[in-house]
């Protein structure tokens, strides 16, 4: 019996793994939940906007298209997208190299950036469940602020689940704190235009490769997977053992939520992991995406100038979000293919920025929309003149 052809195709049967199916799945959901989360935030904004107008100027009526301007959401500008990747690349070499001494810092950090996070990924179904028997009166808490019963609910739920994490360690856990990571930074992290979409998703390609494929010959090491996947001192451990306790000195290792790890139900010892870099800078680009064609759908219902379309074609009836997020798992089957072929670690981004940016800007000149998403598509102009330009 010759086993070689099976040995061949290993790496086909490998992309139907129950954890490569997991991340794909995953993955794409987060980038679409946390799509749809900052479009509702974008909404919920625009009515609070209408209703503070309608209250100090009764007489006028509200602008209803006008961008929401949201200040709990940060906008990337062009500087920050051009040094975004180099300020990465110095909090890489800072875990790195002082990773030991430094663990602690980082530990207590996550599980708080997490609790928090996680809150805000809970707190629809909070809402959901509270709606019956809640009036969405807010409760003060002095200094901290005022917080509705379903704010209050999910932060509880949100500390729980970290304390369990934190107690177990358990890969689950981490998960579900990194699912509420991804969700959070998509929702709150705008890129205002293709333009600035391009700089950072171009800084970022370059800087998964170098720091994947290159770091080796400088430092002696995979800097990247490295730092991913070392696990931090327990912070309940190193307590335990100062105040003697010997249920807290059995606390396990950390491994930070900055990725999503699944292992695999048919091969022992076998798990995929994806950064949540990998999700969270394409989620920004299809965020963005879906809130133009948002954008493009209110301009046509409410009459007012759109850019110049192109001839009613399959081009034309497809939306920017669906070409991004085909692209977005088309680039991510080629980096699964790529890591199993090549039997080492790949840069994602290297393959996830071509296949989601690339269709976006041929789709994007198509339609007639190109420059206008190059630039600031969310701004009004004076005329219309500049709705018409290509």
Wanted: aromatic fraction near 12%; charge should be neutral.
């Amino acid at each position: 019996m010759n086993p070689q052809p099976v040995t061949d195709y290993d790496w086909a049967y490998s992309l139907v793994d129950s954890s490569r199916v997991s991340t794909f799945l995953i993955s794409i959901l987060l980038i679409v939940y946390g799509s749809f989360r900052s479009l509702n935030m974008d909404q919920e904004e625009k009515e609070k906007n209408q209703r503070e107008d309608k209250e100090t100027l009764p007489t006028n009526s509200p602008n209803t298209n006008t961008p929401p301007n949201n200040e709990n959401v940060h906008s990337i500008d062009t500087t920050q997208a051009m040094f975004l990747p180099v300020g990465a690349s110095i909090s890489l070499l800072v875990m790195f190299f002082f990773f030991d001494s430094m663990q602690m810092v980082f530990a207590v950090c996550t599980a708080v950036l997490a609790t928090v996070a996680f809150a805000f990924l809970l707190l629809p179904m909070c809402q959901y469940l509270l709606r019956p028997c809640s009036t969405g009166t807010k409760i003060s808490f002095g200094c901290c602020g005022r917080f509705t019963s379903a704010e209050i609910m999910s932060f509880s739920l949100s500390v729980m689940l970290v304390f369990l994490w934190v107690m177990t360690g358990h890969w689950l856990l981490m998960d579900a704190l990194a699912m509420g990571l991804c969700v959070t930074m998509i929702a709150f992290v705008r890129l205002p235009s293709l333009k600035v979409s391009t700089l950072l998703l171009t800084g970022l390609l370059i800087y998964d490769v170098f720091w994947v494929f290159f770091s080796t010959y400088i430092f002696n090491a995979n800097v990247m997977v490295k730092v991913a996947t070392r696990p931090a001192d327990n912070p309940v451990g190193l307590l335990g053992k100062k105040l003697n306790l010997n249920m807290a000195k059995e606390a396990p290792q950390l491994s930070l939520p900055g990725k999503l790890i699944f292992p695999s139900m048919h091969n022992a010892g076998h798990f995929s992991m994806l950064g949540l870099g990998d999700i969270v800078m394409p989620g920004l680009l299809l965020c963005f995406v879906m809130r133009y064609d948002n954008y493009k759908r209110q301009q046509a219902d409410t009459g007012l100038p759109a850019p110049i379309a192109a001839p009613n074609n399959l081009a034309q009836k497809l939306t920017y979000f669906h070409c991004s997020l085909v692209g977005y798992f088309v680039g991510l089957l080629t980096a699964t293919i790529s890591s199993e072929v090549y039997k080492a670690a790949q840069p994602a981004l290297l393959y996830l920025v071509p296949f989601t940016l690339l269709p976006l800007l041929v789709m994007a000149y198509l339609k007639g929309d190109l420059k206008r998403m190059w630039h600031e598509p969310f701004i009004k102009g004076p005329t219309s003149k500049n709705f018409l330009e290509v």
